[in-house]
């Protein structure tokens, strides 16, 4: 079950079908999630996970229905609505069926390992002359179309970092891994400065630094990537040094480009202008363009929020950071008094989805991202991290370690030398 699982997150990102119509006329991913929620009835091993976090993300999900169907343009933002409830129905099937820490394992590996096809074979179309050209510069893009906008793409890449970092301090893997992530860690940067997003090169920048900072050589690491980083500008083409350029000087870049970073602001005001326009439920999940007639979306995910899914929504997306918070904290605390293992995963993993939510809200500055798959999929992992730590308490409770008792011995003889040779009355043993 958890390798269909994991099959079913490749097709998801990956999207095969929309880089060859033939499997998108099949119904592949259709296809293939039916047979996987076949698979799923008859799966012996489902377990329900009591979490608050599962009624956090209903009461969500309640929410988006809600604003849909209270929507002017509940026709036209039907498929927005759709995709997402697609991701809560994977959230539910990976809830269920995950529920011990090898199949935690498995996941968190398996999830690495897509994005890093992924990011293959996005870099290979890219090679082959597959790009977009907008802003005045040739971008690379995501080989699907559904997430491979060059900032969308980027954001992607984002994301998936803070499970490096977890792989990386849990050792698992040995040494071979190591050089793995660290290649894994090359080819996103290498994406991200070819995407031209300026909102991915920041938040690669902020995640750096968080992980720079928590190392105990945290300074060598900051000055070797203060010299390497004029290097690495100084080899990008002049486009690309022109982009980035305008992340500290707007006014050297294209008139797009400067609007393009100013509509960031702007989506969050328009957002809170329709939140006051539509107070309970905003203008309805997706319909963003149509309310507001722009061309782009809102490029904030607060105005995206508040817009879009109104008071309902706010409430209820607060409600889901307060569990993740709460989950973390409650881990933390675990391994505080039960601290990890070698290659114990499972403990690093609530750290990582912590730093994910991080960037989440910190992107979502300049980034709408409220209908990512993260939120769901990175709240999964934490909620089995959290139960695969408490079931470890309960195990070392029911079955403390035995205390060896103290072995008696017969007084010994005045005279070792009756005994076999070899033999002491202090052991017993030869």
């Not at 097709?11 to 991913?29: K, M, T």
């Not at 080819?187 to 902020?206: D, E, F, K, M, P």
């Not at 079931?391 to 035995?402: G, L, Q, S």
């Amino acid at each position: 079950m958890h390798f269909l699982l994991v099959g079913y997150m490749f097709l998801f990102i990956d999207r095969p079908f929309e880089v060859w119509p033939w499997l998108g006329d099949l119904r592949f991913e259709r296809v293939y999630m039916l047979v996987t929620m076949g698979v799923w009835l008859l799966y012996p091993g489902k377990k329900w996970l009591p979490n608050p976090q599962h009624w956090a993300y209903a009461a969500f999900a309640a929410a988006v229905l809600g604003a849909w169907g209270m929507s002017r343009w509940m026709d036209q933002t039907q498929p927005k609505v759709e995709d997402w409830f697609k991701i809560v129905v994977f959230y539910i099937l990976l809830v269920t069926t995950v529920n011990d820490e090898k199949g935690l394992k498995r996941m968190v590996v398996g999830f690495l390992g897509v994005m890093a096809l992924y990011l293959l074979h996005s870099f290979r179309e890219y090679l082959g002359g597959k790009f977009t050209y907008r802003m005045g510069i040739s971008r690379m893009v995501g080989v699907d179309t559904t997430l491979g906008d060059p900032n969308s793409f980027g954001a992607s890449i984002i994301f998936a970092l803070p499970i490096v970092v977890a792989i990386w301090k849990s050792g698992l893997g040995g040494k071979l891994a190591k050089w793995l992530l660290a290649g894994y860690v090359g080819l996103s940067a290498l994406c991200i400065l070819l995407t031209g997003s300026r909102g991915s090169l920041i938040g690669l920048c902020v995640w750096g630094f968080i992980v720079m900072m928590s190392h105990r050589k945290r300074w060598l690491w900051l000055a070797l990537c203060a010299m390497a980083a004029p290097v690495a500008f100084v080899a990008l083409p002049a486009e690309l040094q022109n982009r980035f350029e305008t992340i500290i000087n707007p006014d050297v870049g294209p008139e797009n480009a400067k609007v393009s970073g100013e509509g960031r602001w702007h989506g969050f005001v328009m957002g809170m202008e329709l939140w006051a326009a539509n107070p309970l439920a905003g203008v309805g999940p997706g319909a963003w363009r149509q309310a507001t007639g722009q061309e782009i979306e809102s490029h904030n995910l607060m105005g995206q929020l508040a817009g879009e899914l109104g008071t309902a929504g706010v409430v209820t997306f607060l409600g889901i950071l307060g569990c993740f918070a709460w989950n973390y904290f409650g881990c933390r605390k675990v391994l505080k008094e039960h601290p990890p293992g070698e290659r114990d995963l499972t403990a690093y993993v609530p750290g990582a989805v912590a730093m994910a939510v991080f960037l989440l809200l910190f992107m979502g500055l300049f980034g709408h991202n409220l209908f990512r798959f993260t939120w769901l999929w990175f709240g999964g992992f934490l909620i089995i991290a959290r139960y695969c730590l408490l079931e470890r308490v309960r195990e070392a409770e029911e079955n403390p370690p035995a205390v060896a008792e103290e072995e008696e011995f017969e007084e010994a003889p005045a005279d070792d030398a009756a005994l076999p040779v070899g033999w002491t009355w202090h052991t017993g043993h030869r």
